[in-house]
């Protein structure tokens, strides 16, 4: 990467650190032995695993034996809804909140079709707690799924709030973490959890599976397959166990010093013409913003920000088709085109992000001049 | 690894090579972004991605365009299966030979319960063409898997009769490649292929799935998901490629070399009293040999020979619970038990073998003289 290029689009990816590119080498040369054989170094890439699998447990306030290696979080997902809603038998529909990941709306709708229920959120993203208890009187809901932080407005969920509602009619609680281990306190109330090590500074390509020992759940795929069909890449999980923690050991100084420079982008996006800043101010991780700007695409302003040096990401903006609305957004009433969100990582320096605030208003004129968007008038 | 111990157990993974480990490194340096995003960083690693799989399709002899990652070949058998099964409407029945993988047996099972049909071979493992015929003759089929090498017996299909087979009835074909690749000729008949990058050196934790253009296929998955739900690990991919480059570049001479060592290894296990060399001694894969011996199971002469420095496979051993008798060496009409799968990689030289043949009669005596087995005359 040249030196001058800032990369505010760590939601789910980040340039992995000394220590974590150390584990990984140390993961490749001692554990490229399949850990489910018998011999010495499968022995030895077996340990790996385990003390990986350890660590995660540890911070995530989890049994080392229900903590599972993943292909993915997708991959997490849709076996764990498939698992727990097998296991509820009799029991068909899915409650979720309306601004869950894609990838777990999508499995729940696959596993459960034209029975999934979308719970409304506020403007700020927080489920309406009455909406939860209504959907979850009808006796045949076989689990609920609410996230812990939401990947693009950063809103904390209120969890015991949540919980509450799903342990009143003892509905099985999938809460989705993957925008939220390795920044804030983990979720203290989930029967079953999903994480992302890459959105801690991990490797790309697995995903973290915890359940408590109470939560049922049936296999619901071939024979002989378990959480990770094939089994998983060793190195991968060490590095993953390796990132949580180098993030957990900084996490309160880091959190700190990452939500104020949140705070500095908040302010200033507010102080755009036509630009709304989304999300909760206080109850919310601390390295994650999006804003949405008035006449913009969002495809449109990435390329300009790209160019001028800074990766930023956007709810509606990916490279496979065409842009979609993001749902999210339409959830909570925002534009849903236009916007930006900022993903820090603990590489970006306070230097990065006031030059970003430097460019934003003139990449966004630019953006707008090329189209010939009226001149907005607040 | 200490200096003595040999490695002789590489199906399906082994020590990475240093132009490997150098692949993984530059991976992680270079494409840590996700693919899937709009930025430079993004860009970059969708590069690494295309770049990998055009290599490995050249090899394979696949349209880039129709080789996908997985995150294993588990997960490519599933999807893969699912996948056409679910195009080909109206017909439910899978034809499958008696000594595939068990991943690709079991989801078999799973998209069509009680609807596979298992084509028995002969005593090398080759497929009885007339068994295949009369199964294909249902006009039910939906699809047939037969792999190209086996993993134990190392006995290469003749997939020129397997496809005139299956082509004479318009039966998509599913070839298993994932003990070939990297060792022989790639099969020049197939529908639908799987590779495994740990068997020809690179890391494990990916898989390849490769279709040809006229197959046609339809996703049995959650939306947004395709073959690799939530993406693969770039890095993997990258050094998957590479190791299949490097093991392409050596790969006449290196298999000459192996073959010969395999020789010898099948001819001195021949003289060993009890003891049966499996597979077709010809057509064969050049670096697997399986033997199995009278009177011993399969763990404990693992176990011995580890201790004595030397790590080998058995199809009945695993550490996931109980040994459960090969499906593959019950369909030969061998002993079930007592197993040693020996598998041979570049690494491996001459002196290594050596050094086994001198040892493996000393374990097997002391495994059948500590379970008090009746002396063999033979």
Partial sequence: MQRSRVFLDSGGSSPLSARVADALRAGFADGWADPGRLGTESRRARALVDSSREAIADVVGARPELVHFTASPHDAFARCIAGIHAARRGRHRIVVSAIERDALANAATFVAP?????????????????????ALQSNDVALAAVQHANQELGTVQRLEDVARATQSVDVPLLVDATSSIGHIDPPAYWDALVAHPADWGGPAGIGILALEPHTRWLQAWPEGDDWAPGGISVPLALASAVALQEREEARHRESERLSALVDRIRAAAAQLAGVDVLGDPDERVPHIVTFSCLYVDGEALLGELDRRGFAVGSGSACVSGTLEPSRVLAAVGALTHGNVRVALHPGISEDDVVRFLVELPDALDAVRTRIGAPRIVS
């Fill in 114 to 134: 034209h029975a999934v229920d979308a719970v409304p959120v506020d403007q700020r993203g927080h489920v309406s707690i009455a909406d939860l208890n209504t």
